[in-house]
């Protein structure tokens, strides 16, 4: 543990650690009773403090495992089948874990839903209906969710953990996405859309959040599911609602605003509303309060990406603009279609690789670097002599090396036959 990590206890005196670890039960009896014995042999340290750096230098704690044990808060390091290892953050709906499982050993995010949420018997219902469905998603641009379950009054979900940051935080920490980068993104997420569109589910909260970019820059889709919990306080509006609904209205679609029925045109909205705020860094509908906002996307149409952002490749608009249609049926129909519209922007058409500039003005494709001609083959020759009869072959190899002397010859031949043909008629016509 680093120095400046050196905890806080809440008491003067840290706790006993051996019992804050007892009590925790995240670690086996054998293993205790190792600890205990090495401590008692002077190996370990005594020191709560000390020792705990001992134990997260020899990987039996983790960090925050440590800290929590120190500020005397060993509970809640188990949910369920899972131990809690790190905090990876937390959202309007829950806190996120990196958790592992007891027995198996895998490695999970966890979410843990707000009491506020999870209380709420008709949402819950809902929600794990919704969860048997999202259980048998399996696309690599999709988060997989591997368990959902309630351990002690505590909701949670375990889910496939993707090393990396949402487009959020990228966008936070890194500013406004490159349009190349960025179409790759919104056609991967597209694509994990199109895999839950087909099996009945529609997100409901596509954003920036929710967009997990892999380190090996594949992009999962989080949270599917999860909308439904959003719908836990009925009295909740949205000019009042703290984060739940208020952070989601900026890529609501004007359908789902309206609280009408919403099918996956409305996700590819939100998947507009996304591109649009991660290209400019700007939300498409600007407002002062979310009533403002919301009555924007109602009413009217987004603020030009022009205006904002002058340069973006006019296809890369085109797209925009059906994604962020007021109307679904002027949207793409399937999240497949957007995704193969958002693939085509920079796809180099075959025609054009042959002009110098890229399509709609977006940077130069560099032109294939032309292959070199390949030399004719080689043919070889062979000479293939037919195989004559052997008494013809001295009159064969005399016309390969004479053929006007061959030629002669058999004209000499054909006379001399000629002339013993004359003459051997004139002697049968003379004796009869
Ligand atoms: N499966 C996961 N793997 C890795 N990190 C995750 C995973 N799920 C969530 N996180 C991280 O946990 C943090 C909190 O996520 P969470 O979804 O709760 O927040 P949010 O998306 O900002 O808000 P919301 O509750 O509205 O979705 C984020 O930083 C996110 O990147
Ligand atoms: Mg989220």
């Known amino acids: 543990m680093a120095t400046s990590d050196r905890p806080k206890p809440e008491s003067e005196s840290p706790p006993d650690l051996m019992a804050a670890l007892k009590r925790a039960g995240i670690l ?39 800290r929590r044990l120190l500020s005397n808060r060993p509970g809640g390091l188990i949910i369920g089948r899972y131990i809690i290892l790190e905090k990876l953050g937390s959202g309007s709906m829950g806190r996120v874990y990196m958790a592992k499982h007891r027995m198996m050993g895998r490695v999970s995010a966890l979410k843990i839903i707000a009491p506020e949420i999870s209380n709420n018997e008709r949402v819950v219902a809902r929600f794990q209906r919704e969860m048997r469905m999202v259980g048998k998603l399996d696309h690599p641009n ?29 966008l936070k920490t890194r ?21 839950a569109h087909e099996r009945g589910i529609i997100h409901r909260d596509i954003k920036p959040s929710n967009l997990l970019l892999g ?31 208020v952070g989601t209205i900026d890529y609501m679609s004007p359908e789902q605003a309206c609280g009408r029925e919403v099918d996956p045109r409305s996700d590819l909205f939100s998947l507009g509303c996304t591109v649009y705020h991660l290209l400019t860094g700007r939300l498409p509908f ?9 009555g924007a996307r109602i009413s009217g149409k987004y603020a030009p990406v022009s205006g904002v952002k002058p340069d ?26 957007a995704a193969e519209a958002l693939r085509s922007i920079f796809a180099p058409a075959p025609s054009r690789l042959a002009g110098p500039q890229a399509p709609d003005g977006a940077p130069a ?21 037919p195989k004559y009869p052997s008494w013809f072959q001295p009159i064969a190899n005399l016309a390969e090396r004479s053929p006007a002397g ?22 049968i016509f003379s004796a009869a």
């Open 28 to 66: 086996s009896e054998a293993r205790l009773g190792e600890i205990r014995s090495r401590v008692l042999a002077g190996e370990y340290p005594v020191d709560p403090i000390e020792l705990a750096r001992q134990l997260v230098k020899d990987r039996i704690l983790t960090e925050y495992q440590a």
């Open 142 to 170: 999709v988060v997989r969710a591997f368990d959902a379950d309630k351990d002690r009054g505590i909701l949670y979900i375990a889910m496939e953990y993707v090393r990396g940051d949402s487009l959020g935080q990228r």
């Open 175 to 195: 500013g406004v996405i490159p349009p190349k980068e960025l179409v790759d993104y919104a056609a991967q997420a597209a694509l994990g859309l199109q895999h």
């Open 215 to 245: 380190d090996d820059g594949t992009i999962k889709v989080l949270d599917l599911g999860l909308a439904t919990l959003m719908e836990a306080d009925e009295h909740a509006s949205f000019a009042t609602a703290d984060g739940v609904a």
């Open 286 to 294: 600007p407002g002062n309060s979310p009533v403002e906002r919301l």
């Open 312 to 337: 973006v490749p006019p296809k890369l608009l085109e797209v925009m603009d059906r994604l962020l249609a007021n109307r679904p049926s002027d949207r793409y129909q399937t999240a497949a279609e």
């Open 365 to 385: 494709v560099p032109r294939p670097a032309p292959s070199p001609v390949p030399p004719p083959p080689q043919i070889k020759y062979v000479h293939v002599r």
């Open 406 to 427: 061959a030629f002669a010859l058999i004209l000499g031949f054909l006379g001399a036959a000629f002339a013993a043909g004359i003459a051997a008629g004139w002697m």
